[in-house]
């Protein structure tokens, strides 16, 4: 009886989860303090000085970037299940064909 309750997943979460924060904690006093500077807080840019205040990307632009990546995602799903579901290769080509158009569309950008 005990042997199970050993072995059930949410006491070894729990003893993995305290087991984390106590090497972590343990950590935090091991490791040697750094002293704050600015440039601890400073973004780093491979060595190149950032630019105060840089273009910003607008609504426009990243609503398309990110329906891009939707559409994408989307179409490598859909052409891992079709196989699964017994449809022919061609269906998944003309699928990501179509896929190739609305990239194609969304990344001209014609604003």
């Known amino acids: 009886m005990v042997a199970e309750a050993v072995r059930h997943p949410l006491l070894a979460l729990g003893l993995f989860m305290a087991l984390a924060m106590l090497l972590y904690h343990w950590s935090g006093r091991v490791a040697p303090q750094?002293?704050?500077?600015?440039?601890?807080?400073?973004p780093y840019a491979?060595?190149?000085?950032?630019?105060?205040?840089?273009?910003?990307?607008?609504?426009?632009v990243f609503f398309r970037l990110a329906l891009m990546f939707i559409v994408v995602h989307i179409a490598?799903?859909?052409?891992?299940?079709?196989?699964?579901?017994?449809?022919?290769?061609?269906?998944?080509?003309l699928y990501?064909?179509?896929?190739?158009?609305?990239?194609?569309?969304?990344?001209?950008?014609?604003?």
Do not use: F, H, N, W
Request: glycine share 16%.
């Open 96 to 111: 990501l064909l179509g896929t190739g158009v609305c990239v194609d569309i969304l990344t001209r950008g014609g604003d």
């Open 46 to 60: 491979c060595g190149q000085d950032l630019l105060p205040s840089g273009e910003r990307l607008s609504y426009k």
């Open 34 to 42: 750094g002293g704050s500077s600015s440039a601890r807080r400073s």
């Open 76 to 93: 490598a799903l859909i052409s891992m299940l079709l196989p699964l579901l017994g449809r022919e290769p061609a269906v998944a080509t």
